[in-house]
């Protein structure tokens, strides 16, 4: 199915490029974003992000020497500052302990050994180490999230959890590139078709094989 709908997808956004939908194209950015957009929009961690880059402090050096009570201003619009820039701050250090984002890339070590690692970091949950790992290091998962989620629900039917999720596609595609791609495009499909409230459904390449249209279809 996970293949089917990537396919779709591609169909829905053909002008879609990972690069262009996260605005930024350095991967230790991408970590500290990845960190600042938990419960917020992606808006307010950008914002964030600005006053990091205003401040030359967007370097795991610049930020290995700040205190947590030095970030707090600069990310104040990405809210929850108090615990963000501890958690920013244990991913940093955690980072330069590695040699940094090329000595990530260079280590031997396997996708999910990294993966157990940041989790490990209080403040890095699961959506936001399956992030970094796919977006800063080029590694093949993908995030379970609530987009993915009310997807399948709404083609399947079936409720499933982040971890359920995030193995029913990691069993059916196998790539970074292909991953990647995917969570962007089903991020973009849940913001502008498949929408919590009022959904698109016209407009969507999933129509085929998605029970909630069949149903809604029914029902008008």
Not at 107 to 133: C, H, M, V, W, Y
Request: hydrophobic content about 40%; charged content about 25%.
């Amino acid at each position: 199915m996970w293949r089917w709908i990537l396919e779709r997808l591609d169909e829905q956004f053909p002008a879609f490029d990972v690069d262009r939908w996260w605005g930024i194209d350095d991967p230790f950015e991408r970590m500290i974003g990845s960190v600042l957009v938990q419960n917020t929009t992606w808006s307010n961690a950008a914002k964030a992000l600005a006053g990091l880059r205003e401040r030359s402090w967007l370097t795991p050096q610049a930020l290995g020497s700040l205190s947590a009570d030095d970030l707090i201003p600069a990310i104040r619009s990405a809210g929850f500052q108090q615990a963000k820039s501890r958690t920013i701050l244990r991913l940093v250090h955690w980072l330069m302990q590695h040699g940094g984002v090329g000595g990530i890339i260079e280590r031997q070590a396997t996708t999910e050994q990294l993966r157990s690692e940041l989790l490990s970091l209080k403040g890095i949950g699961e959506e936001t180490a399956d992030t970094i790992l796919a977006y800063s290091f080029n590694r093949p998962t993908i995030s379970g999230d609530a987009y993915a989620r009310r997807l399948y629900q709404r083609v399947s039917g079936e409720s499933l959890r982040y971890k359920q999720i995030r193995h029913a596609i990691l069993d059916e595609i196998k790539t970074w590139a292909d991953l990647a791609r995917l969570h962007g495009l089903i991020v973009e499909h849940g913001k502008v078709i498949c929408r919590k409230r009022s959904p698109r459904c016209e407009g969507c390449q999933l129509r085929p094989r998605c029970l909630f249209f069949d149903h809604a279809k029914r029902l008008s």
